[in-house]
């Protein structure tokens, strides 16, 4: 079925260091899907990328989607302790109308 | 504008006890979903369903039962709850196919 790993899958950084998390893919994915949890909090969606090499942006964080639409990234710029949280990708399941999410991303960000 | 609500929050049952827990929201949204949140296991998909009185399997659907008689409403019912299933439970709502999910609060069930 359709998988998607995400790496690192943890990441301490200093404030206003910048972040990367990445959604690798051995198949062609439909879309991608970010959300963010924050600690004892639920997913809350941030975006959806569904065109090959599609670049978005809100404020600080970039997102793109692969030009073979096999891996996503998750960039964010100086980072904040707003910041933190886990950070999810996901997909669409090929041929199903839901969602695989991949294991996430826990960022810290130390003051 | 309540969005998406769960109840109850927290829940601490019996093995063997019969548990539901609720999920309302109120956009209308086609589809509802139900997944466990576990250490290791990220977000596992239990069921879903793509309108009132369609429902399909998720992942890890067994020990689950679930019904969507009204569009806002999905209940999910363990029907004889297990050690195993100890975990965090959100439901989300889309308002459709492939577009992005809004979580409730979760549900956090323990049982002894």
């Known amino acids: 079925g359709q998988q998607v790993m995400q790496i690192p899958q943890y990441q301490h950084v200093q404030e206003g260091e910048d972040f990367t998390t990445y959604c690798n893919s051995s198949?062609?994915?439909?879309?991608i899907q970010w959300y963010k949890q924050r600690p004892g909090g639920h997913p809350v969606f941030l975006i959806q990328?569904?065109?090959?090499?599609e670049v978005k942006k809100q404020k600080r964080l970039t997102f793109q989607f692969g030009e073979a639409k096999k891996n996503s990234s998750l960039h964010i710029t100086a980072t904040q302790t707003t910041d933190v949280g886990t950070y999810f990708c996901?997909?669409?399941?090929?041929?199903?109308?839901?969602?695989?999410f991949g294991t996430g991303t826990r960022l810290t960000v130390i003051p | 504008d309540a969005g998406i609500t769960q109840s109850p929050r927290y829940k601490i049952t019996e093995t063997g006890r019969q548990v539901t827990l609720m999920c309302h929201q109120t956009?209308?949204?086609?589809?509802m979903f139900w997944y466990r949140q576990d250490l290791g296991h990220g977000l596992r998909l239990i069921y879903y369903?793509?309108?009132?009185?369609?429902?399909d399997k998720g992942e890890v659907p067994d020990g689950y039962v679930v019904s969507r008689s009204k569009t806002e409403n999905f209940p999910l019912t363990l029907e004889s709850a297990t050690r195993s299933q100890t975990s965090v439970y959100f439901c989300?709502?889309?308002?459709?196919?492939?577009?992005?999910?809004?979580f409730g609060p979760g549900t956090r069930l323990t049982v002894t």
């Open positions: 990328l569904v065109k090959s090499g």
């Open positions: 989300a709502s889309s308002g459709g196919q492939g577009l992005g999910q809004y």
């Open positions: 198949t062609t994915l439909s879309n």
């Open positions: 996901a997909t669409l399941r090929t041929g199903a109308n839901n969602l695989f």
């Open positions: 369903s793509a309108a009132a009185d369609i429902t």
């Open positions: 956009w209308s949204h086609s589809y």
